[in-house]
Each structure stands twice: as C-alpha cells, then as structure tokens.
C-alpha cells in the first residue's frame, strides 16, 4: 500500500492500466486527448504489477484496471471517469490540479 500512495502523490494524473484491456485504452485516449500527460502505470508490464493490483483491490477498486488517481485521490474506474466527463465535471478538476490549462 506504501508503494501505491507513493506512485499516485508523485503526479497530478496517475492511471493504472494494462495492455490488453480495451477500458484502459478508452480511458488512457480520453485524457491524452483532452492534452493532459498522464502517469501510466501498466500493471501487465511492471514487475510490482501484481502487488499494486492487490493494493488497489483493497482500496475498493473493482475491477482493478482501468484506475484514475487525480490530484491524489481515486477518482475509479471506467464508469467513473466516463460519468465525470459526461457531467462537464472531468475538465474543471484536471484545471484545479493543474494537469490541464484550456
């Protein structure tokens, strides 16, 4: 759990992910769309990938991946984020962290 809150207070926009999960990528498009440089962490490919994916298990994260981290705090998963963005919220709190300038 140290790990994981090290990994998401380093950067304003931290997404854990894996490559062969279509979600993941929607998500990962979003944000690199909306011009935001998010940190991705791709939990298939990193060798404390199972680990981070327990930690975030235990933070109530079902499923596990896609994982949005903004500002430090767990935004969730997919339908989350979606909802966010849906609702015009998404844009005003990338601002308020300072990961988007529009």
Request: contains cysteine.
């Amino acid at each position: 759990m140290e790990k994981l809150q090290k990994m998401i207070s380093e950067k304003s926009v931290v997404i854990f992910s894996k490559n062969s999960c279509c979600m993941s990528h929607t998500i990962k498009t979003l944000f690199l769309d909306f011009g935001v440089n998010p940190t991705i962490y791709e939990l298939d490919e990193i060798t404390i990938g199972k680990e981070i994916e327990q930690a975030l298990a235990q933070l109530g994260c079902s499923p596990t991946v896609p994982v949005v981290f903004i500002g430090g705090q767990l935004v969730g998963g997919a339908n989350q984020v979606m909802s966010l963005h849906l609702n015009r919220s998404l844009v005003p709190m990338l601002k308020r962290v300072g990961a988007l300038w529009l």
